[in-house]
Nanobody, 121 residues
Framework: QVQLVESGGGLVQAGGSLRLSCAASGLTFSRYNMGWFRQAPGKERELVATISTISWSGVSRYYADSVKGRFTISRDNAKNTLYLQMNSLKPEDTAVYYC???????????WGRGTQVTVSS
């Protein structure tokens, strides 16, 4: 049974930082493209960042324009854990953040339950 469990969300002031973690189990983590999505109240879920599996050439990352330069996605295959370092947070980053495994565009094979991030102005 695949489980993706997010942690690290919370309340932070604008300009602050948070680091989200996603602990994965029940799958061969290293073989999956991983990603973070978010959904704000009244809005559709959007892709925030993705990270590929590790190949001979390294990893590739994607960031939504809205977070580029502020967020960093990383993975630790030895710990089966995905991370999202979020800096210079803005009120518009407020959302539930979801970890996803097997990301392909806006779709994914597996989803976590999400962690709330609230940025106050």
């Amino acid at each position: 049974q695949v489980q993706l469990v997010e942690s690290g969300g919370g309340l932070v002031q604008a300009g602050g930082s948070l680091r989200l973690s996603c602990a994965a189990s029940g799958l061969t983590f290293s073989r999956y493209n991983m990603g973070w999505f978010r959904q704000a109240p009244g809005k559709e879920r959007e892709l925030v960042a993705t990270i590929s599996t590790i190949s001979w050439s390294g990893v590739s990352r994607y960031y939504a324009d809205s977070v580029k330069g502020r967020f960093t996605i990383s993975r630790d295959n030895a710990k089966n854990t995905l991370y999202l370092q979020m800096n210079s947070l803005k009120p518009e980053d407020t959302a539930v953040y979801y970890c996803a495994a097997g990301v392909a565009g806006a779709k994914s094979d597996y989803w976590g339950r999400g962690t709330q991030v609230t940025v106050s102005s």
